[in-house]
C-alpha cells in the first residue's frame, strides 16, 4: 500500500551534509552492508523542504519511496541492517556495546557543539562553555581508549563504524592530538580508515 | 565472572535528576515493566563521581553490580525491556515507530537546548538561537501531531512513553500552548498522564 505522493520506485535517499559526521557514520553502515541508495548532499541551512519530512531538519535524513522518512542516524544505521538482512552488524542485545556507540556518538555531539559554539559571534560566546566542552570532550576519549581492545577486535560491526567516523570528525573539528593518550583507537583507526567506505565518505581532507 | 569492584548483588541503580525528561523516560519504562530498581536523584553538576562511567557524566546513567554502566536513555529503556523479556515493548524493527521515539527525543532535547539558552548570562546568549529553537520545537510538536492517532492507538510501548515524558516536559520548561495547535495528542495525554508510572515519575507540579 502506497501513501499519496509516495513513488513505487522503493528507491533509498539518504539526505546528508558534506561535512555532518552522523550522516557519514549511516553512509558507510549503507556501503559495508551492499545497499543500493542514493546519497544526497544538501545545505542543510537552506533546506527548508525537509522540514515538510523531518522538523527537526536533521542530517541524515533517509527518504523511503520519496515520502517516508526515517531518522535519526541510529534508527538509519539500524533501517540498513535490517533491509541487507544482518541485524546482528546492530549488536542490539548487547547494551555493553551499545553504550560504546552512545559514548562515540555523545563524543561526536560534544564536537559539534563545540563547533557551533566558536564560531558564534563575539557577545554571544561563551569561553565557560568551550572549555566545558573539551574537558568532557577529551575524557570521553581517554574513556574510550580503555575499550580500544574491545572495540578492535571480532567482526565489522556498528560500533567500529560510529567510532571510526567520530575519531575523524574530532581530527578534523578539534584536534589530531588524542593519538597521545589514545594509542589503542590510535593504532587501530590506522588500518580502518584505509576501508573503501572509509575512503569513499571522507568529506575532509 | 565479576570484575574487581563489582558487587554480585545484580542491583540496578538508575541516576537520574530532579528534572531531567531523559531520566523519567528510563524511568517510566522500569516502573511499567516492573523492574526491580533504585532511582537515585543526583546533582549532575557536581556528581564528579559519575565520570568514571560515565565520561559524558549524563543522566541518566544506570549502574549494574555497582560496575557497569549503561547509558544513554535509548540504551538504558532496551535493557530494561531485554530484561523484563519484553523487547517487543521496544518496537526496535519497526523504523517508523522508531523514527517517531527519535523524534519526541529531538524535541525533547530541542526544549532543553532553549532552557540552556535562555539562562545563559547576558553577553553570552543569543536571541537568533533562542529564536531558531522555538521554531524548530513547535513545528517538531505539530508534525508529531499528525501521527497523533497511530502513538495513541495499540498496546503501551517506548513510542508513548518517550511521547508523554516530552509533552511533559515542554509543558514544564516551555509552554502548553501547544494544546491548541495538537488536539490529538492533547486528548492521549489526558488520560496517559495518569498512569501509576507517570505519577509516581512526574517531578514538576
Same mark, same amino acid.
Given at each position: 500500500?502506497?501513501?499519496?505522493? *509516495? ?19 549511516? +553512509? ?11 546519497? =544526497? ?12 519530512? $523531518? ?9 523511503? $519511496?520519496? *515520502?517516508?522518512? #526515517?531518522?535519526? =542516524? ?18 542490539? +542485545?548487547? =547494551?555493553?556495546?551499545?553504550? +560504546?556507540?552512545?559514548? =562515540? #556518538?555523545? #563524543? ?42 574491545? #572495540? ?12 571510526? *567516523? ?15 593518550? *589514545? ?9 580502518? +580508515? ?12
Amino acid at each position: 500500500m502506497i501513501a499519496m505522493g *509516495c513513488s513505487e520506485d522503493r528507491k533509498l535517499v539518504l539526505y546528508g551534509g558534506p561535512n555532518s559526521p552522523f550522516a557519514r557514520m549511516a +553512509r558507510v553502515v549503507g556501503l559495508e552492508l551492499g545497499l543500493d541508495f542514493e546519497y =544526497s548532499v544538501i545545505d542543510v541551512y537552506s533546506a527548508s523542504f525537509l522540514d515538510a519530512f $523531518n522538523p527537526l531538519r536533521q542530517i541524515p535524513t533517509l527518504l523511503v $519511496n520519496g *515520502c517516508d522518512a #526515517i531518522y535519526d =542516524s541510529r534508527v538509519i544505521m539500524a533501517e540498513f541492517a535490517f533491509r541487507a538482512g544482518r541485524p546482528d552488524f546492530l549488536h542490539d +542485545r548487547d =547494551s555493553m556495546k551499545s553504550t +560504546r556507540v552512545a559514548l =562515540s #556518538i555523545g #563524543i561526536t555531539e560534544t564536537c559539534l557543539q563545540h563547533r557551533m559554539e566558536s564560531i558564534r559571534p563575539e557577545g554571544e560566546r561563551s569561553g565557560a562553555v568551550l572549555a566545558k566542552l573539551a574537558v568532557k570532550l577529551e575524557r570521553g576519549l581517554r574513556h574510550l581508549e580503555k575499550m580500544a581492545g574491545e #572495540i578492535s577486535a571480532g567482526p565489522l560491526r556498528l560500533e567500529q563504524v560510529v567510532a571510526a *567516523c567520530m575519531l575523524e570528525y574530532v581530527d578534523y573539528r578539534y584536534s589530531g592530538d588524542w593519538r597521545a593518550d *589514545c594509542p589503542g583507537l590510535r593504532d587501530w583507526l590506522l588500518n580502518f +580508515r584505509e576501508r573503501g567506505s572509509m575512503v569513499a565518505s571522507r568529506p575532509y581532507g
